[in-house]
């Protein structure tokens, strides 16, 4: 069964660095989704993607948040200058189409921010 | 207003047994409504939409009141295997399809 994939499982960074997490969504998916997780705490949304462009995002992603796509497969969020606070788990999910579908989440990475 | 709530629990039963969930929302144009699984520190899976006229998938039935913005979720038979947080969850349909979760319910199921 296709599945989403993401690396690194765990990620520990110093505060003010930069850290990029990797997704490889399923192959046949269009739209693609970050949330977070802190850790005791309720699923939160991030980011939507489709089309090469963000479709929406939260107030928590703010410019030290960015997305990109950059092949056919991977999918990537960058936190420019990490925070104590941005300590959570990600997870990356994607869709085959909007509304209706089931978005399938990947196992999540877990970053740690000292 | 929390966007959707869920009690949090746990709720603690022996094996065999029957167990309700509920939750509220407070966006009226939500369209589209599910539970989620989440075993600790793993990721949130599917267990079921959830319709207007209900719906049921072997021990689950989940039923939606769009009038109340209330959705429930009923588990029969409970396995050790059901321990787990449930999320409640609600899609607005918006241009981003973004999922908006709740609290999570956390079931823990005796032998």
């Known amino acids: 069964e296709p599945e989403v994939t993401q690396t690194p499982s765990h990620q520990v960074t110093q505060m003010g660095q930069e850290v990029i997490l990797r997704c490889v969504p399923i192959?046949?998916?269009?739209?693609f989704y970050w949330y977070r997780q802190i850790l005791g705490q309720k699923v939160e949304f991030l980011v939507s993607?489709?089309?090469?462009?963000?479709?929406?995002k939260s107030e928590i992603f703010d410019d030290q948040f960015s997305v990109e796509r950059p092949d056919g497969s991977n999918f990537t969020l960058k936190i420019r200058s990490t925070k104590l606070e941005d300590s959570a788990m990600y997870f990356c999910?994607?869709?085959?189409?909007?509304?209706?579908?089931?978005?399938?989440f990947g196992p999540g990475t877990r970053l740690t921010v000292l | 207003r929390k966007e959707v709530e869920q009690d949090p629990g746990p709720f603690n039963v022996p094996e065999g047994a029957t167990v309700a969930f509920n939750c509220t929302y407070s966006?009226?144009?939500?369209?589209?409504f599910f539970w989620y699984r989440q075993d600790c520190r793993k990721e949130p899976k599917l267990l079921m939409s959830?319709?207007?006229s209900g719906n049921e998938d072997g021990r689950f039935t989940a039923q939606l009141n769009r009038a109340s913005q209330y959705i429930s979720l009923l588990i029969r038979d409970s396995k050790l295997s059901d321990s787990a947080t449930y999320l409640c969850?609600?899609?607005?349909?918006?241009?981003?399809?973004?999922?908006?979760f709740g609290g999570g319910t956390r079931l823990m199921v005796k032998p």
């Open positions: 999910a994607s869709t085959k189409g909007r509304s209706y579908n089931e978005q399938f």
């Open positions: 192959s046949n998916h269009l739209y």
């Open positions: 993607f489709y089309n090469n462009e963000i479709s929406e």
């Open positions: 966006n009226s144009a939500s369209q589209s």
């Open positions: 959830v319709y207007s």
């Open positions: 969850v609600v899609n607005h349909d918006n241009a981003g399809n973004m999922l908006t």
